[in-house]
């Protein structure tokens, strides 16, 4: 059967063509006037002094990571709950990455206690990531980083939005870097932001994503330079017109998505309360702060095949999806650090599915994931038809 019901799907309507639109018709696509708008509000909407718009949510983790100067002998603290652009920011650097520990099937971001732990002489920053757009305990987590002296980085891709005790995820540490990518809550296709409150960060990332030109195109074409120096090794890592335009329209949309999701999420909390009797988990019930509610995580009953179930989602119309399959356990990852072990990461990620969430999903098709998602557990004979 064909799916019916995504993962995932795109909030966009006329107001996103109509952004793009216009940009075509003022004929400048490179960055310009209104990825500075984008970036101006931007930074506004999460209260930071500088956001700076580029090509993706990783190009932001890597700029992040070379303007705090890591590279080849640091260490940085990551989660391996993650999507592996987080780490794969680390190793461009020459960096190597520490694995953490999440806190546990409540809560599947990345320990307080675990970080303390593992660091290092050679540890120079703590990467975490606000996992679906949930937080991570910041105020523990800034006071380790305080009391060792090691930077921050906010990988919050999944946190449009969010906030906790009144402060942006994203803002919290030395830099806080977004995703654009089409499935994340402000989507523009592939781009992304890095915000930070540092000067001398954002000075080092203007330069960087641009060949570490002194000047843009956009400042000779407006004739307020003629020529520019290069003072540093950059690359292209940057953003589009185009791209910014449908940007600062999503913005403008966000509160309203984020919320409609949180009531798509209550409305999965509700449906699946009798299954936890049965041993389905429900990660992140008590979070601290507003949540940006991007997946729906839950962890199927142990035991239960996980394939088997997807499959029979699948056949009922609904996609689900794995977050994430640990980073440390994949090839490249696992050939490169051979004797890691995780036990606390592996036994909630082997159980995790992700049913789906976006902002266009209606009441009743909530109400078919949940009744599908009952129906394909019965049949693997975990919970009985009344429950
Ligand atoms: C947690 C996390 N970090 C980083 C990224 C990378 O972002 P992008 O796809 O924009 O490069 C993603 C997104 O896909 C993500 O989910």
């Known amino acids: 059967m064909e799916v019916r019901i995504p993962l995932s799907d795109m909030?966009?309507?006329?107001?996103?063509?109509?952004?793009?639109?216009?940009?075509?018709h003022r004929r400048w696509l490179t960055m310009g006037s209104v990825t500075q708008k984008f970036e101006s509000e931007f930074a506004r909407s999460v209260g930071v002094?500088?956001?700076?718009?580029?090509?993706n949510g990783t190009h932001a983790l890597h700029l992040a990571c070379l303007a705090l100067g890591i590279?080849?002998?640091?260490?940085?603290?990551?989660?391996?709950?993650?999507?592996v652009a987080t780490t794969n920011a680390v190793l461009y650097c020459g960096a190597e990455v520490l694995f953490a520990e999440i806190i546990g099937q409540t809560e599947l971001n990345i320990s307080p206690e675990d970080i303390e732990r593992r660091i290092t002489p050679r540890t120079k920053a703590i990467m975490v990531v606000h996992y679906g757009g949930y937080p991570c305990r910041m105020p523990e987590i800034l006071e380790t980083a305080k009391?060792?002296?090691?930077?921050?980085?906010?990988?919050?891709?999944?946190?449009?939005?969010?906030?906790?005790?009144?402060?942006a995820l994203?803002?919290?540490?030395?830099?806080?870097?977004?995703?654009?990518?089409?499935?994340?809550?402000?989507?523009?296709?592939e781009g992304g932001m890095l915000v930070t409150d540092r000067d001398d960060i954002a000075e080092k990332v203007r330069s960087l994503r641009s060949h570490g030109m002194t000047t843009l195109t956009w400042d000779r074409h407006q004739g307020h330079a003629y020529s520019y120096d290069v003072i540093a090794l950059g690359n292209n890592y940057r953003i589009d017109e185009i791209r910014s335009a449908i940007g600062l329209v999503q913005l403008g949309k966000l509160s309203r998505n984020n919320a409609r999701?949180?009531?798509?999420?209550?409305?999965?909390?509700?449906?699946?309360?009798?299954?936890?009797?049965?041993?389905?988990?429900?990660?992140?019930?008590?979070?601290?702060?507003?949540?940006?509610?991007?997946?729906?995580?839950?962890?199927?009953?142990?035991?239960?095949?996980?394939?088997?179930?997807?499959?029979?989602?699948?056949?009922?119309?609904v996609q689900t999806s794995i977050h994430y399959p640990p980073i440390h356990q994949f090839t490249?990852?696992?050939?490169?650090?051979?004797q890691l072990s995780l036990p606390v990461t592996e036994k909630v990620a082997a159980r995790e599915v992700t049913l789906p969430l976006y902002?266009?999903?209606?009441?009743?098709?909530?109400?078919?994931?949940l009744s599908s998602t009952a129906e394909a557990l019965t049949f693997d004979r975990v919970i009985s038809p009344t429950g």
């Open 11 to 24: 909030a966009y309507g006329e107001e996103e063509e109509q952004a793009a639109l216009e940009v075509i």
């Open 49 to 55: 002094k500088h956001a700076l718009a580029v090509s």
């Open 71 to 83: 590279g080849p002998g640091d260490e940085v603290i990551v989660p391996a709950l993650t999507f």
């Open 147 to 167: 009391h060792h002296g090691l930077a921050v980085i906010e990988d919050a891709a999944h946190a449009h939005g969010a906030s906790l005790n009144g402060r």
């Open 170 to 189: 994203g803002t919290w540490g030395d830099v806080g870097c977004f995703s654009f990518f089409s499935n994340k809550n402000l989507a523009t296709g």
């Open 261 to 317: 999701r949180k009531t798509i999420t209550e409305h999965y909390r509700e449906g699946l309360k009798g299954a936890a009797a049965f041993g389905i988990k429900l990660p992140f019930g008590n979070s601290p702060g507003i949540p940006a509610y991007h997946i729906f995580p839950m962890l199927l009953p142990e035991g239960v095949d996980r394939i088997k179930f997807m499959e029979s989602m699948r056949k009922a119309g």
């Open 332 to 338: 490249f990852y696992r050939q490169r650090y051979p």
């Open 359 to 369: 902002p266009g999903l209606h009441d009743e098709e909530v109400d078919w994931v």
